[in-house]
């Protein structure tokens, strides 16, 4: 199973150099045509849905956002994975660091890991108890 674990894992990685280069094939690559999406703004199903809402994401991106993964755990069987990230998400300059929070499933596919259910969510963060 470590193998399967450095695969997903190499898998994640790529996805999300793809995400800080703004390559939309490269993010699509790897994910399943049924592909289920939790996302901050919305709740996304199918390969084109999950294509359409990245364009966006760039153009913020291109302002100047980091997006770096700061932690990935990955835990793979023979036929499905999960993995949950923290990724740095938010505009470089910021003094606090953004933590996006992203959970993965992932099943086999004739022989290759694909995701099949992605979720991102930021903390909620009580802007009175954070001034406090």
């Known amino acids: ?5 450095r695969q997903v894992r190499t898998l994640i990685e790529r996805w999300a150099a793809a995400v800080r280069a703004g390559d939309l094939d490269g993010v699509a690559a790897d ?9 901050v703004p919305e709740n996304l199903r199918g390969i084109e849905a999950y294509r359409a809402a990245w364009p966006p994401f760039f153009g913020w991106l291109a302002q100047g956002v980091a997006f770096d993964i700061r932690s990935l755990e990955v835990t793979a069987g023979a036929d499905v994975a999960y993995a949950h990230a923290l990724l740095r998400c938010g505009p470089a300059e910021e003094e606090r660091e953004a933590r996006l929070r992203i959970t993965f499933g992932l099943r086999k596919e004739d ?3 694909v995701v099949a259910h992605e979720h991102h969510s930021f903390p909620v963060v009580d802007p009175v108890a954070a001034e406090g």
Not at 1 to 5: A, K, L, R, T
Request: hydrophobic share 40%; aromatic share 6%.
């Open 1 to 5: 199973m470590i193998d399967d674990e």
């Open 31 to 39: 994910h399943a045509d049924d592909i289920v999406m939790h996302d």
């Open 111 to 113: 022989g290759r890991w």
